[in-house]
């Protein structure tokens, strides 16, 4: 997407030129260079792409999406607040006119427990041949492994699970009341059983990742037969205040210039200030089966420190995952990012 213009050299022959003529290219010769030389004509590359004319997110609406699933409680597979929330978000999703699928699944998580879990699809304008892949995870982490106290006990998952759905499922309502709707495709997969991987004090099994559950039973048993997107964005972590996303590795060496498009039109909206140029580690995430298995090139949008002895906020896995982290201009600049690029594909600009 991003590409370089060549210039051509061109080669003047040794010619003779009537005096006149000679004065009058002269003449031209400096107009023109004048002219460039003028300051405040200079058109950077990024202003001379016009972005397309997309609806507003709605931070607000977002943040209730959030508070909405905290209230359900922990969203761990195998209790009645799982089985609530889960519900609840395939109802939203059909409220926004999406037809949707529900996927369940019994993996089996590290410390031998087997899960009854279901992966939730959204699809908008299901006819469509170009389509859009958005996700996040929406359970949350069973244990506290990284407080000081009640390490045993689940997490509200406010930042890392919430606020992924809460976007998305604002993206979703969005499109529904939206005067002007978007052609091409939208599907939304709310991955489960993505936060039961190993302990923070644990070494992670060799032969089996037992983190991103969900995603890697969808990339393997798609919910329809040969389903591929255009793209995908995955979003994790995408609430708290004062995040940073850089460019997450995996997702630059799967989806590089899809990366570079979604951060350039977050800049151009004004939020470079979240939206890092600059790449960081790569993180296993659901991302990484979507890419290497379902083949579907997806860029993980991913709150990770920046200059840190820490990759992810100190609230991580912690009880500190509350409403108390979440921040409604984060959740407006990942939202209506995801919105622009949404129409910017169905405008081809």
């Known amino acids: ?4 213009n060549l210039l051509n050299k061109q080669t003047i022959q040794n010619r003779r030129f009537p005096y006149q003529s000679l004065i009058v290219l002269l003449l031209l010769l400096i107009t023109i260079v004048s002219c460039k030389q003028k300051p405040g004509n200079e058109t950077s590359q990024e202003e001379q792409i016009k972005l397309a004319t997309a609806p507003t997110f709605n931070a607000d609406s977002a ?3 959030v508070d909405k699933q905290v209230n359900f409680g922990p969203r761990v597979p195998n209790t009645p607040a799982h089985v609530k929330g889960g519900d609840w978000m395939v109802k939203k999703l059909k409220e926004y006119g999406f037809e949707v699928t529900e996927q369940p699944f ?24 170009k389509r859009i892949l958005l ?13 000081s106290v009640k390490k045993d006990q689940a997490i509200d998952g406010a930042n890392d699970g919430g606020s992924g759905v809460g976007v998305l499922l604002e993206v979703a309502r969005t499109i529904h009341t939206a005067q002007q709707k978007p ?10 059983a993505e936060d039961w991987g190993e302990k923070d004090d644990m070494q992670p099994d060799q032969k ?6 969900g995603s890697q039973y969808w990339a393997s048993n798609l919910h329809k037969p040969n389903y591929s997107a255009y793209f995908g964005i995955l979003l994790d972590m995408v609430g708290a205040k004062g995040a940073t996303f850089p460019k997450e590795a995996q997702s630059v060496q799967f989806a590089g210039s899809v990366n570079n498009q ?6 151009r909206l004004g939020y470079g200030q979240y939206f890092i140029k600059q790449e960081a580690g790569g993180i296993t995430d659901d991302h990484v089966f979507v890419n290497t298995v379902a083949k579907i090139p997806m860029v993980d949008i991913l709150h990770q420190e920046i200059n840190s002895n820490r990759t992810f906020g100190a609230y991580h896995h912690t009880h500190g995952d509350n409403m108390s982290v979440i921040d409604k201009n984060t959740l407006k600049a990942v939202g209506q990012t995801v919105i622009q690029v949404l129409y910017q594909e169905d405008s081809g600009l």
């Open 208 to 213: 089996k990742v037992y983190w991103c559950l």
């Open 262 to 267: 979604i951060w350039d039109i977050a800049e």
């Open 106 to 129: 019994k993996p089996v998580t590290f410390d031998g427990k087997v899960l009854n879990a279901r992966n939730i699809i959204g699809t908008y304008n299901p006819s469509a041949t």
């Open 1 to 4: 997407m991003n590409t370089m």
């Open 135 to 147: 996700a996040a995870h929406w359970d949350s982490r069973p244990f506290a492994d990284k407080d």
């Open 183 to 192: 052609n091409i495709g939208v599907d939304i997969i709310f991955f489960d």
């Open 63 to 65: 943040y209730a999406f």
